[in-house]
Nanobody, 122 residues
Framework: QVYLVESGGGLVRAGGHLRLSCEAS????????MGWYRQAPEKQRDLVAT???????NYVDSVKGRFTISRDNVKNTVSLQMNSLKPEDTAVYYC????????????????WGPGSQVTVSS
């Protein structure tokens, strides 16, 4: 079985920075795309950034120039460096990875981390 374990997050003032990290752990799996999503109170879960196994990145417009996504394919980790944080960045941030295991019968399936709270005060 494969798990996504997140770390980082917390409370920061506007203009500050935080770093989120996520590690996929388990046995006999391979990963394709990885990314971060966020969900503010009473809102849907939205894409923040994604990165392919080859390093191609994609960001939602509202975080471009402030957030940087990166991954380590050896350690099976993905990170999100968040700079110049704004109160509107406040949300629960979820790690996502497309993972194939023997249990997924050869298909890549989306796995989610448990979520990390990021709160930005004004």
């Amino acid at each position: 079985q494969v798990y996504l374990v997140e770390s980082g997050g917390g409370l920061v003032r506007a203009g500050g920075h935080l770093r989120l990290s996520c590690e996929a752990s388990g046995n006999d799996f391979s990963i394709k795309d990885m990314g971060w999503y966020r969900q503010a109170p009473e809102k849907q879960r939205d894409l923040v950034a994604t990165i392919t196994s080859g390093g191609i990145v994609n960001y939602v417009d509202s975080v471009k120039g402030r957030f940087t996504i990166s991954r380590d394919n050896v350690k099976n980790t993905v990170s999100l460096q968040m700079n110049s944080l704004k109160p509107e960045d406040t949300a629960v941030y979820y790690c996502n990875a497309n993972i194939k295991t023997p249990l997924t019968l050869g298909r890549f399936v989306g796995f989610w981390g448990p979520g990390s709270q990021v709160t930005v005060s004004s």
